[in-house]
């Protein structure tokens, strides 16, 4: 697979998100560990999780969990994939999404990260989400901190806008490496983001770029100039939607969401489909 940047880590241009193998409705750990094992396969050496991707307290840190134990039975060398995980996101158990920006808590998150996955330092740490009850830069400067003392190898920031990209890159010195952001044809929003993190050289990941979980089978029905492009290509709706991203700007890095294996090596073929100005320019405006 063709490779991107994230800092001065090489990565396959499409990686994978590994949210919908732990929370509500995720399948049985032997069909994740497949689905994980086919994307190593495929030549995804990006990997992203956050703490909050499980289904309650006594659950915390499963996707972490999981994605330790995968690439740990995994036959061929994983010395080239980076795992990022999140902080900030805080799931209680009562099916909410709650927030915590403390300083304190991403510290202890860190922490807790640190043992889930077995290693020393955490190859990218992302600050989840802005907590509108703690100040944005109280809550980079623990990841400033983090990055100093080498507890994280690289810092990123996710639900991010320009200002507060800005305000990160400064606040780590310009070592924001990654904006993790909502994108894909339904939420165009965070095209200033994407935008910016190009101008900077930032690794910009869209999430759930198929349109998340309970939309990605019918992106194609959904979005019909993207069903027209795959016809005429011979390819599904969800590489073209993926090919688009990656035509956008040599910093974005997919991270389609799967908890099968067979979808994971679908979105990992939108790395060799290169469209035409004319295809880009008719998936645009849909």
């Known amino acids: 697979m063709q490779t991107r940047r994230i800092g001065d880590v090489a990565v396959g241009a499409i990686g994978l998100g590994a949210m919908p193998m732990s929370i509500e409705g995720r399948p049985d750990e032997q069909r994740s560990i497949a689905t994980i ?73 860190v922490e807790a990260s640190l043992k889930r996955l077995g290693v020393e330092a955490i190859g990218l740490y992302q600050f989840h989400r802005p907590d509108p009850n703690t100040p944005y830069a109280d809550s980079i400067g623990a990841l400033r901190d983090l990055l100093d003392a080498g507890k994280i190898r690289m810092a990123g920031i996710s639900n991010a806008d320009p200002d507060q990209i800005r305000q990160a890159n400064e606040i780590l010195g310009g070592r924001l490496v990654s904006v993790q952001n909502q994108f894909s044809p339904a939420f165009r929003s965070s095209e200033p983001e994407l935008a910016l993190c190009a101008e900077l050289g930032i690794a910009f990941l869209p999430w759930s770029p198929l349109g998340g979980i309970s939309n990605a089978a019918e992106l194609g029905s ?16 969800q590489q073209v939607c993926l090919a688009w991203m990656l035509a956008k700007a040599p910093t974005v890095i997919p991270i389609p969401g799967s908890s099968r294996p067979e979808t994971i090596r679908d979105s990992v073929g939108a790395a060799d489909l290169e469209l035409s100005a004319e295809e880009l320019a008719r998936l645009d405006p849909a």
Do not use: M, Q
């Open 222 to 237: 959904r979005f019909a100039v993207f069903a027209e492009v795959a016809r005429e290509r011979g390819v599904s709706p």
């Open 37 to 109: 094992h086919a994307a190593l396969d495929a030549g995804v050496t990006l990997i992203d999780t956050a703490d909050a991707y499980h289904l309650g307290p006594a659950d915390a840190g499963h996707n972490e969990s999981l994605i330790a134990n995968a690439v740990a039975s995994y036959g061929g060398d994983t010395s080239d994939v980076l795992i990022a995980t999140k902080g900030g996101h805080v799931r209680p158990g009562d099916g909410l999404w709650t927030l915590n920006g403390r300083p304190e808590h991403l510290r202890d998150a």
